[in-house]
């Protein structure tokens, strides 16, 4: 589902049909498409089927609008399957195929016509403009071996000696089965929480599927430009995710009312992948409601010195999960590591999810490890490092006029906004670095690129081969 940014079905019926009949066409169509019933936007029909009371209640229960359309302008759209039958008796040559596409607004024909004794059905999608799988990974493999790596967000230099002799010395256990006991507790510590409201994960990233598969939201909403694996997950568990995308124009912050207040579950990253915004945590504890589930994302919140605006630990907002990485700080990404804090019921339906011993024992004795006072200190140290280096970073940016930076960052990344940004992005890779392109997150077009915070020495000769990336560009 997550290739198409809007589904419609086209529906024709004789007079009379019942919902049950539609209904059932509806997802026979959808299943020969490879669609779940909740990748569909809305149903379209033709004005005179409109008021039929089986279409109205077919749309319903799918919890979708019902559009229609007049006779004429359906005749306008071109079919691809006409019927000279169906053109005599309503106008147009196809009901179905022609409500479809107009409903879709541009899109293309998924799924042809198919018929039952009383109704017709016909599948039109939009293809998403955004690759929701794309991952800054991907910018260093496909570009070759010999880049410096600005489109990943790990901190370099990692994982420390001491974590990784940690995590050598495990390897002696690896045949018994995983037990996350000490790890679950010593993460509960580290936060101030009971057990039962700690979840260890295979990296957010299986959080996030968690999130999708368990918790049964009926509208969810996720607020961008952020990380896209939430709403990729939702997706592909079925959901049809609304999105609420935050401006450059107001630095990317976010208002609170802008998310629709019957949004049962609302995913908003804090500070948020990729425009390194950092909101207020009293605005995110603003979005909390009865019956709604906030999940935040704080993978990065430990690169923020003293974590201000955290929610981690907190009891007091309801409905709150959060989800934090060890994978950024600790250089663990190849390990997979991460864990979630929430209700206990919450969490109970989440690990209810998981299949047996997800997380490994060299995981475990990484979570262990780096929540330690003595990793909390360290990680403390890397952040303020990072502070004064994204400075830097931001002061040498500020010398080019083609570059702006939208919102204040507080990460360990900048989100910049460049005219041609794909030919520098190009440029940058044949001087030996590899940036992260920004088209791929909602909300965001062709003309953004990230950038990962790196040393001094590192952000000089990036500042250097932008001068002459840029000067390429505009010859």
């Given at each position: 589902?997550?290739?198409?940014?809007?589904?419609?079905v086209?529906?024709?019926?004789?007079?009379?049909?019942?919902?049950?009949?539609?209904c059932?066409?509806?997802?026979?169509t959808?299943?020969?498409?490879?669609?779940?019933?909740?990748?569909?936007?809305?149903?379209?029909?033709?004005?005179?089927?409109?008021?039929?009371?089986?279409?109205?209640?077919?749309?319903?229960?799918?919890g979708?609008?019902?559009?229609?359309?007049?006779?004429e302008?359906?005749?306008?759209?071109?079919?691809?399957?006409?019927?000279?039958?169906?053109?005599?008796?309503?106008?147009?040559?196809?009901?179905?195929?022609?409500?479809?596409?107009?409903?879709?607004?541009?899109?293309?024909?998924?799924?042809?016509?198919?018929?039952?004794?009383?109704?017709?059905?016909?599948?039109?999608?939009?293809?998403?403009?955004?690759d929701?799988?794309?991952?800054?990974?991907?910018?260093?493999?496909?570009?070759?071996?010999?880049l410096?790596?600005?489109?990943?967000?790990?901190?370099?230099?990692?994982?420390?000696?001491?974590?990784?002799?940690?995590?050598?010395?495990?390897?002696?256990?690896?045949?018994?089965?995983?037990?996350?006991?000490?790890?679950?507790?010593?993460?509960?510590?580290?936060?101030?929480?009971?057990?039962?409201?700690?979840?260890?994960?295979?990296?957010?990233?299986?959080?996030?599927?968690?999130?999708?598969?368990?918790?049964?939201?009926?509208?969810?909403?996720?607020?961008?430009?952020?990380?896209?694996?939430?709403?990729?997950?939702?997706?592909?568990?079925?959901?049809?995710?609304?999105?609420?995308?935050?401006?450059?124009?107001?630095?990317?912050?976010?208002?609170p009312?802008?998310?629709?207040?019957?949004?049962?579950?609302?995913?908003?990253?804090?500070?948020t992948?990729?425009?390194?915004?950092?909101?207020?945590?009293?605005d995110?504890?603003?979005?909390?409601?009865?019956?709604?589930?906030?999940?935040?994302?704080?993978?990065?919140?430990?690169?923020?010195?003293?974590?201000?605006?955290?929610?981690?630990?907190?009891?007091?907002?309801?409905?709150?999960?959060?989800?934090?990485?060890?994978?950024?700080?600790?250089?663990?990404a190849?390990?997979?590591?991460?864990?979630?804090?929430?209700?206990?019921?919450?969490?109970?339906r989440?690990?209810?999810?998981?299949?047996?011993?997800?997380?490994?024992?060299?995981?475990?004795?990484?979570?262990?490890?780096?929540?330690?006072?003595?990793?909390?200190?360290?990680?403390?140290?890397?952040?303020?490092?990072?502070?004064?280096?994204?400075?830097?970073?931001?002061?040498?940016?500020?010398?080019?006029?083609?570059?702006?930076?939208?919102?204040?960052?507080?990460g360990?990344?900048?989100?910049?906004?460049?005219?041609?940004?794909?030919?520098?992005?190009?440029?940058?890779?044949?001087?030996?670095?590899?940036?992260?392109?920004?088209?791929?997150?909602?909300?965001?077009?062709?003309?953004?690129?990230?950038?990962?915070?790196?040393?001094?020495?590192?952000?000089?000769?990036?500042?250097q081969?932008?001068?002459?990336?840029?000067?390429?560009?505009?010859?």
């Amino acid at each position: 589902m997550g290739e198409y940014e809007q589904v419609v079905v086209g529906v024709g019926a004789r007079a009379g049909v019942d919902a049950d009949e539609v209904c059932a066409l509806v997802e026979e169509t959808l299943r020969a498409a490879g669609l779940p019933v909740g990748a569909v936007s809305a149903l379209a029909t033709v004005e005179s089927k409109a008021g039929e009371a089986g279409m109205a209640a077919a749309a319903e229960r799918f919890g979708v609008p019902l559009l229609s359309y007049c006779a004429e302008e359906l005749a306008r759209v071109a079919v691809p399957h006409p019927s000279d039958a169906v053109r005599e008796a309503v106008g147009s040559a196809s009901v179905a195929e022609a409500a479809a596409l107009a409903g879709s607004g541009g899109g293309r024909l998924l799924v042809a016509k198919r018929k039952s004794a009383a109704v017709t059905c016909a599948v039109a999608g939009v293809p998403d403009p955004h690759d929701l799988r794309h991952h800054g990974d991907a910018e260093v493999v496909d570009a070759g071996a010999g880049l410096v790596d600005l489109a990943v967000n790990v901190r370099t230099g990692t994982p420390p000696a001491w974590l990784k002799e940690r995590i050598a010395a495990s390897l002696d256990s690896l045949a018994a089965y995983p037990d996350g006991r000490a790890a679950r507790a010593a993460v509960a510590a580290r936060h101030g929480l009971p057990v039962d409201r700690v979840l260890l994960t295979a990296g957010a990233a299986e959080a996030f599927v968690l999130v999708a598969r368990a918790l049964d939201a009926v509208r969810p909403v996720v607020v961008h430009p952020q990380f896209t694996e939430p709403e990729a997950a939702l997706r592909d568990a079925g959901h049809r995710v609304e999105r609420v995308l935050l401006r450059a124009s107001d630095g990317f912050r976010l208002d609170p009312a802008a998310v629709p207040e019957d949004a049962d579950l609302v995913v908003v990253g804090n500070p948020t992948n990729p425009t390194s915004v950092l909101h207020p945590a009293r605005d995110l504890a603003a979005l909390a409601r009865p019956g709604r589930i906030l999940v935040v994302d704080e993978a990065f919140m430990d690169a923020v010195p003293g974590e201000r605006e955290a929610l981690a630990g907190r009891t007091d907002v309801l409905g709150l999960v959060v989800l934090r990485s060890l994978t950024k700080t600790w250089g663990l990404a190849g390990l997979r590591i991460g864990y979630v804090l929430a209700e206990p019921e919450v969490i109970a339906r989440l690990a209810a999810a998981q299949p047996l011993w997800p997380v490994s024992a060299p995981a475990l004795a990484a979570a262990e490890a780096c929540v330690t006072p003595r990793a909390l200190a360290e990680a403390e140290d890397a952040a303020r490092r990072i502070a004064v280096d994204r400075a830097h970073l931001l002061a040498g940016l500020a010398e080019f006029e083609e570059i702006s930076v939208a919102g204040t960052a507080e990460g360990p990344f900048v989100l910049i906004r460049v005219e041609r940004a794909a030919e520098v992005r190009t440029r940058l890779r044949a001087l030996g670095f590899a940036v992260r392109r920004g088209d791929t997150f909602p909300g965001l077009d062709r003309s953004w690129l990230r950038l990962a915070v790196r040393d001094r020495a590192t952000t000089g000769r990036l500042l250097q081969a932008l001068d002459h990336a840029l000067a390429l560009t505009s010859s």
